[in-house]
């Protein structure tokens, strides 16, 4: 069965390093996004990709980057990471019509 | 700008009953859909249902419904006969369109949903 994978699940870090977080599906879906989930915003998109070699930025971008080198991966790195970045990291991809996102079991970061 | 609401951060139901968790919209766009997320106690974000805004009639999925009005820009979900395992956070979610013909979709901050037995 087609699936979109996380990992690692569970990260601790400490402030400064640079971190990645993997992201891989096997729906061969053009379209992917990672977002953060902290409590009281929701999930708030951090970045996207609509196919190979295309990234953008969402909403709270800053301190974070992604490459699209192939349609199954979506890396997203941490540059130097901050006690700030600590959350739950979800990553979804679509591709239908109706751009419905499937998505990751999630990345709980911690830095300490 | 795009923005969903979730006035309801948290609601109280009593097993059985049915339930109704609120959701507004703001959008400048014409062509646009609505999604709802569920998200247990597990984390994993669990697609329910989904209501284009052409769609003339109101979305349903088993037990959940959509009630779809687009004047009032609202897409309440409704869960009929709720039970024990329905007691989640309950996301909405409005897919923006973006340049190419592929979009990006925003959330509202979420209800969570307490089943009483």
């Known amino acids: 069965d087609a699936e979109i994978t996380q990992s690692p699940r569970h990260k601790i870090t400490e402030t400064g390093r640079q971190v990645t977080l993997a992201c891989h599906q096997t729906w061969n879906h053009n379209n992917m996004f990672w977002y953060r989930q902290d409590l009281g915003h929701g999930l708030r998109l951090i970045h996207y990709s609509y196919g190979v070699q295309d990234t953008n930025k969402g909403e709270v971008s800053d301190g974070y980057s992604v490459s699209r080198s192939n349609t199954e991966d979506l890396p997203l790195t941490l540059e130097s990471a901050a006690s700030s970045q600590t959350s739950v990291y979800f990553c979804?991809?679509?591709?239908?019509?109706?751009?419905?996102?499937?998505f990751g079991p999630g990345t709980r970061l911690t830095v300490l | 700008a795009q923005k969903i609401t979730q006035t309801q951060p948290g609601m109280f139901v009593q097993e059985k009953e049915a339930v109704t968790l609120d959701c507004t919209y703001d959008t400048s766009d014409q062509s646009y859909g609505l999604f709802w997320y569920k998200q247990p106690s597990s984390g994993e974000m669990i697609f329910l249902i989904y209501?284009?805004?052409?769609?003339?009639q109101n979305a349903t999925e088993g037990r959940y419904s959509l009630n779809f009005q687009k004047a009032r820009k609202s897409a309440n979900l409704v869960i009929s006969a709720s039970q024990l395992g329905d007691s989640a956070m309950y996301f909405c979610?409005?897919?923006?369109?973006?340049?190419?013909?592929?979009?990006?979709?925003?959330f509202g901050s979420g209800t969570r949903l307490s089943i009483r037995p």
């Open positions: 209501q284009g805004s052409y769609d003339e």
């Open positions: 979610a409005m897919r923006e369109r973006g340049y190419s013909s592929a979009s990006k979709i925003i």
């Open positions: 979804a991809s679509s591709e239908s019509r109706r751009d419905e996102q499937f």
